[in-house]
C-alpha cells in the first residue's frame, strides 16, 4: 500500500516570492507521482507527473517539482507566486504497474494563499 | 472534448432518500473513478472501473453505496438511503491505456451533495 504526506496544510505567501510545497510518500513498490491543483469550486487540475527519466519535471504555470528517491519526497516549487496560484494543491501516487496501477493515493491537501 | 461531465452539480437531499450521481467520462477513456471529498477526510478513492469491469470498491464505505458502469460512456453511484454523513462532494475521474498510458487522470468537477 502507498501513503502521502503533505507536511504543510497552509502555506501563506506573498506575491511574486518563492514558495515550496513539501509532500513525502511511502511505498514498498515503484511509484509514479503527481501534482494536481483544485481551484475553489472546482475538479482537480493535473499541474506534473513523475513517471521516469529526469527527476527534475517541470509543470504548467511556472511549477516544477524534484523526485529524491532516497528522501522519498516529491516536492513542488515556484520561484515566484502569482494571486492566481491561490488554490489547493494534492500530491498523489499511484503503483507504477501491476494490479492496483491507476489507483491514485492522495494526500491531505496543502492551502496555498498568496497575499497582494 | 468536453472533459468529464457530471449530474447533477449540486444535490440536497433529506435523510433516508436515494440518490443517484452521474458521470460521463472523456471518450475513449478506459478507467473510471469515483471519489469522496471531505474536510475531515481530504480525497477517498470509492472505487474504480477499468473497461467498465470494478476491479477496486474496497473504498466504497458500507452497503448502502453501489456504482455501476453500464457502458463505456456512463456511470452511477447510487447511494440508498442516503445520511447526513454522506453529505460531501463527489468527483468522477477517468484515464486512459490507449494508445499508451497517460496516467493523468482527468477529473469532472464535482456534485456537492448535501443530506439534511
Known amino acids: 500500500a502507498q501513503s502521502v504526506t503533505q507536511l504543510d496544510s497552509q502555506v501563506p505567501v506573498f506575491e511574486e516570492a518563492p514558495v515550496e510545497l513539501r509532500c513525502n510518500y511511502s511505498?514498498?513498490?515503484?511509484?509514479?507521482l503527481f501534482w494536481y491543483v483544485q481551484y475553489p469550486n472546482q475538479g482537480l487540475q493535473l499541474l506534473l507527473k513523475y513517471l521516469s527519466g529526469s527527476t527534475l519535471v517541470k509543470g504548467i504555470n511556472g511549477f516544477e517539482a524534484e523526485f529524491n528517491k532516497s528522501q522519498t519526497s516529491f516536492h513542488l516549487r515556484k520561484p515566484s507566486v502569482h494571486i492566481s496560484d491561490t488554490a489547493e494543491y494534492f500530491c498523489a501516487v499511484t503503483p507504477a504497474g501491476g494490479t492496483s496501477y491507476g489507483k491514485l493515493t492522495f494526500g491531505q491537501g496543502t492551502i496555498l494563499t498568496v497575499h497582494p | 472534448d468536453a472533459g468529464v461531465i457530471q449530474s447533477p452539480r449540486h444535490e440536497v437531499t433529506e435523510m433516508g432518500q436515494e440518490v443517484t450521481l452521474r458521470c460521463k467520462p472523456i471518450s475513449g477513456h478506459d478507467y473510471l473513478f469515483w471519489y469522496r471529498q471531505t474536510m475531515m477526510r481530504g480525497l477517498e478513492l470509492l472505487i474504480y472501473?477499468?473497461?467498465?469491469?470494478?476491479?477496486?470498491d474496497s473504498g466504497m464505505p458500507e452497503d448502502r453505496f453501489s456504482a455501476k458502469m453500464p457502458n463505456a460512456s456512463f456511470s452511477t453511484l447510487k447511494i440508498q438511503p442516503s445520511e447526513p454523513r454522506d453529505s460531501a462532494v463527489y468527483f468522477c475521474?477517468?484515464?486512459?491505456?490507449?494508445?499508451?498510458?497517460?496516467?493523468?487522470?482527468?477529473f469532472g468537477p464535482g456534485t456537492r451533495l448535501t443530506v439534511l
Open positions: 511505498s514498498s513498490v515503484s511509484v509514479y
Open positions: 475521474a477517468s484515464s486512459t491505456t490507449r494508445p499508451r498510458s497517460t496516467d493523468t487522470q482527468y
Open positions: 472501473f477499468n473497461n467498465n469491469v470494478p476491479i477496486d
